[in-house]
């Protein structure tokens, strides 16, 4: 086993060999690259793991960390042009890449990416060369697929090295629990969308109310109203105020939670998943007990609430589809076998996948064939392998497979925003907000799970187009994890990685950018110049038949409400939309909802819409309101 010492002085050997590397490919224009990667990776690092030196808890991962705020000034809304916060560099609406550019292979062959992956390769060895533990991660982004794994330990943890050295790789399968629900949504859009394709009647979305899905669906009388209220959505975000596992762990006091657990005596372990084990069943419990919050109040998890999904899209298939499966076939049929996901299920172990499963060492599920019904809830089993592929094809590529992207842009939203400005509730998702070194603030939508002895965690950054894998098998026994034994911890794992790629990456998309739209563009005609200022692509200037374009823009503005200040003066912001090439115009310093399309050509092409094309192996500015097609020199 290495020490640390000696990883980290590995971690500087692989550091100098990339550089090098990459050195011998680009001569001087490396040196100034490398130059500014040092810099930015340093000031992102710094910007996106430290966000308030006074956290109390240090425990917090990094990425959760927010800035103690200001002594309240009394004004709720800062909107006074003298605001502080107006003129600081934190208050820009910087967009994010363009979506276009989110498949470009140039994101991964960076400088700044190959550092951060190095340094995840060597801080990944240092935190886990003596940890009993199994651990697979895969990292994926939409240009390549998978970029980066690494596994650490044994299959078989509770049999010794000498009887099973096999070792975790990225065909391991591993229970995901309830990373399940994840897949319970996906079913949804999936017939939501196979429905539409078929003009079949009624329609299902997310919206739809869970009664007209699964009439059998009841609550106690005096919840009626409330229960015709609940849908799909609610059910998926665990806003539909439904208990955790209902009728699941009973207990007569809490004399009854052992500490430490003894084998046969533990409630909350074997005398889980022995209730509600058929539909008939669980509806029946369910109809009995209170609605422990109001319908669409506040997210409160509930795996119950999944199972009732799992039944409401089981009941709708079965009517499109006049075919009557269970739920694990059906998500066989419908998303892993078109996906390609062979070593990932739900239901029994199928025998010829049983040499991939990774046991634990200590008590564990991993041999517990759920009931079906608690399928949708927490299941599955899965593998580092598939579920990049389930992110890539899914959640990142321009194009999913199985969903529309409208499906997906919907799906990839938060729905409860929580008081503590970090963390939000989606369908299903988890998300924590990023904060990049330009100050903009993203969601990266989590979804964990952990059933006793394995715990997982998947994670997507659409914006910046990858995503994270992260899956544990716990290899101490269970009196060391009584006595306090340390275990990986798939959520931390995930922080370390999102804080050291995203910024990385964030680098990358920015030379992108400046490299292929930077510039003068001219003909005969006139001229248009295009800067990277403040992390925005900013048109400073265009002019053609002597016609000042961002002049007449502002003059457009003034005839609403007489002569104002220039909102065009210092140039606007160019945000690039998800169609090939094509670039909308906004004020600088707003939002992209500030455009300037209110007129448009006959055609319908907006005074906002700028085009960029090659055109003979030079970028080419396109721009109809003026007849200007200009080349960049």
């Given at each position: ?6 990883l980290n002085e590995k971690l500087t050997t692989m550091t100098e060999e990339v550089e090098v590397d990459v050195k011998k490919k680009s001569g ?423 059933l006793p002895g394995q715990l997982s965690q998947i994670s997507a950054f659409p914006e910046f187009g990858y995503g994270v894998t992260v899956l ?162």
């Amino acid at each position: 086993m290495e020490s640390r010492p000696l990883l980290n002085e590995k971690l500087t050997t692989m550091t100098e060999e990339v550089e090098v590397d990459v050195k011998k490919k680009s001569g001087k224009k490396w040196l100034m690259n490398t130059c500014w990667t040092a810099i930015g990776f340093s000031v992102g690092m710094f910007l996106t793991l430290y966000v308030v030196k006074d956290t109390p808890n240090p425990s917090i991962p990094p990425l959760q960390r927010r800035q103690t705020p200001n002594l309240y000034s009394g004004n709720t809304i800062l909107a006074s042009d003298s605001s502080p916060i107006l003129n600081s560099p934190q208050w820009r609406c910087v967009p994010p890449p363009p979506p276009f550019l989110l498949d470009d292979p140039r994101v991964i062959q960076h400088p700044a990416v190959k550092l951060a992956l190095a340094q995840l390769e060597l801080t990944l060895k240092a935190d886990t060369f003596s940890s009993k533990d199994a651990l697979s991660i895969s990292i994926v982004h939409s240009s390549k697929g998978k970029i980066y794994e690494f596994h650490h330990g044994r299959k078989r943890l509770n049999e010794s090295a000498h009887v099973s050295p096999a070792k975790v790789d990225g065909n391991s399968i591993y229970r995901i629990a309830s990373v399940s629900k994840v897949f319970a949504v996906l079913e949804a859009l999936v017939l939501s969308r196979q429905a539409q394709l078929k003009k079949f009647v009624p329609e299902l979305t997310l919206e739809s109310r869970l009664q007209d899905v699964l009439p059998e669906f009841k609550l106690p009388r005096k919840f009626k109203d409330e229960a015709g209220d609940i849908t799909l959505g609610q059910l998926g975000s665990h806003r539909a105020g439904i208990g955790r596992d209902m009728g699941e762990m009973i207990i007569n006091s809490t004399a009854d939670i052992i500490w430490p657990p003894v084998p046969g005596q533990d409630t909350f372990i074997e005398k889980y998943y022995q209730h509600n084990t058929s539909p008939r069943e669980l509806l029946n419990t369910v109809s009995k007990n209170d609605l422990i919050w109001q319908v669409g109040e506040t997210p409160s998890y509930s795996n119950t609430g999944f199972s009732i999904l799992g039944l409401a899209t089981g009941n709708y298939r079965k009517k499109l589809k006049k075919e009557t499966k269970s739920w694990a076939s059906s998500i066989k049929k419908d998303i892993f076998d078109p996906l390609n996901m062979g070593h990932t299920f739900a239901g029994a172990i199928p025998c010829a996948l049983r040499k991939d499963i990774v046991t634990p060492n200590s008590r564990n599920m991993v041999d517990l064939t759920v009931p079906a019904v608690h399928d949708p809830a927490g299941g599955i089993f899965s593998t580092t392998n598939d579920l990049a592929t389930f992110l890539r094809k899914i959640l990142l590529s321009r194009s999913p497979l199985l969903i529309s992207p409208s499906q997906r842009l919907n799906w990839l939203r938060s729905i409860h925003y929580n008081t503590d400005a970090i963390t939000s509730v989606g369908i299903p998702w988890e998300s924590y907000r990023a904060i990049m070194p330009d100050y903009a603030a993203y969601n990266i939508y989590f979804k964990g799970g952990g059933l006793p002895g394995q715990l997982s965690q998947i994670s997507a950054f659409p914006e910046f187009g990858y995503g994270v894998t992260v899956l544990t098998s716990l290899g101490s026994t269970d009196s060391e994890l009584v006595a306090g034994a340390a275990t990986t911890d798939p959520l931390a794992l995930s922080f370390t990685i999102h804080n050291t790629l995203a910024p990385a990456i964030w680098k990358a998309y920015n030379s992108i950018v400046t490299d292929d739209y930077v510039g003068t563009y001219t003909s005969p005609d006139g001229i248009a110049r295009i800067a990277f200022e403040n992390e925005i692509l900013t048109l400073k200037e265009l002019k053609i038949h002597g016609v000042d374009a961002l002049s007449k823009a502002d003059q457009l503005i003034w005839r609403q409400g007489g002569k104002q200040v220039s909102i065009f003066g210092y140039g606007a912001g160019l945000i690039g939309t998800g169609f090939e090439g094509k670039f909308r115009a906004a004020p600088l310093f707003t939002c992209v909802w500030s455009g300037f399309d209110i007129a448009t050509t006959k055609s319908g092409w907006g005074l906002d819409l700028f085009v960029f094309k090659k055109v003979n192996g030079k970028m080419t500015l396109f721009y109809e309101p003026m007849r200007g097609k200009l080349v960049k020199q």
